[in-house]
């Protein structure tokens, strides 16, 4: 079947020691996107990608970073973690027709652990 | 900028009862989508709406738009403890782009 992968699905990481977590997708999508999600929270849009093309909220701080090296896969880097910033991160992806009538995908999460 | 705000923030009823949930925006909607998450979980598409008055139905759950395009309503008839997890509504923030919101969620018991 046709979904979206994230890995791994539970991360433990050390306050300032950088992370990566991983996203692929066999949608062949071209939108794919990341949300941090607390708890009892909405999830909140760190930023998208439309192709190669790189789309940053505004209020995302630089310590996220993500690449994607082609259509199926896309990495969140979270340079230096904070206490703050443990969460459920999604990844979600979503073809491109006419916005904003298109239904996402999502990945199960990845929960990440600031110790 | 653009709210989805989502009334009730939990619920708990009784098997076979009927429940709904509202999601209301502080700016027209050009699309609105609701979605289920389970505890721990990535979201589960339900369904989209895009037209005013417009309404869909998927099994026992049912979302409709209102003719202002500000407010949509989820209902769900003789609910069962599978329709138990975390509703949430979710809209393009900005018509034209892929700058997505969420509502914070309801959260639904079904007691059996």
């Known amino acids: 079947d046709a979904m979206v992968i994230q890995n791994p699905r539970y991360q433990v990481t050390q306050f300032g020691k950088p992370v990566t977590l991983s996203c692929s997708q066999t949608?062949?999508?071209?939108?794919m996107y990341w949300y941090q999600q607390k708890s009892s929270q909405a999830p909140k849009l760190l930023f998208h990608?439309?192709?190669?093309?790189?789309?940053n909220e505004a209020d995302t701080p630089d310590n996220f970073q993500s690449r994607r090296p082609n259509t199926s896969f896309c990495f969140l880097d979270i340079r230096s973690p904070g206490l703050g910033d443990a969460a459920m991160y999604l990844c979600?992806?979503?073809?491109?027709?006419?916005?904003?009538?298109?239904?996402?995908?999502f990945g199960p999460g990845t929960r990440l652990t600031v110790l | 900028s653009q709210e989805l705000e989502q009334s009730p923030q939990s619920l708990i009823v009784q098997e076979g009862k009927n429940l709904t949930i509202n999601c209301t925006s502080s700016?027209?909607?050009?699309?609105l989508y609701w979605y289920k998450q389970k505890y721990g979980e990535g979201l589960i598409f339900l369904m989209m709406l895009q037209k005013g008055g417009e309404e869909k139905s998927h099994e026992k759950i049912t979302a409709k738009l209102d003719e202002k395009k500000q407010q949509s309503s989820l209902h769900i008839t003789a609910s069962q403890p599978s329709h138990a997890g975390t509703y949430l509504c979710?809209?393009?923030?900005?018509?034209?782009?892929?700058?997505?919101?969420f509502g914070t969620g309801t959260r639904l018991k079904v007691l059996a």
């Open positions: 979710g809209a393009d923030s900005t018509s034209g782009t892929y700058k997505y919101i």
């Open positions: 990608y439309y192709d190669k093309d790189f789309n």
């Open positions: 949608l062949n999508h071209n939108v």
């Open positions: 979600a992806t979503s073809g491109t027709g006419n916005p904003p009538y298109n239904e996402q995908f």
């Open positions: 700016k027209t909607l050009y699309g």
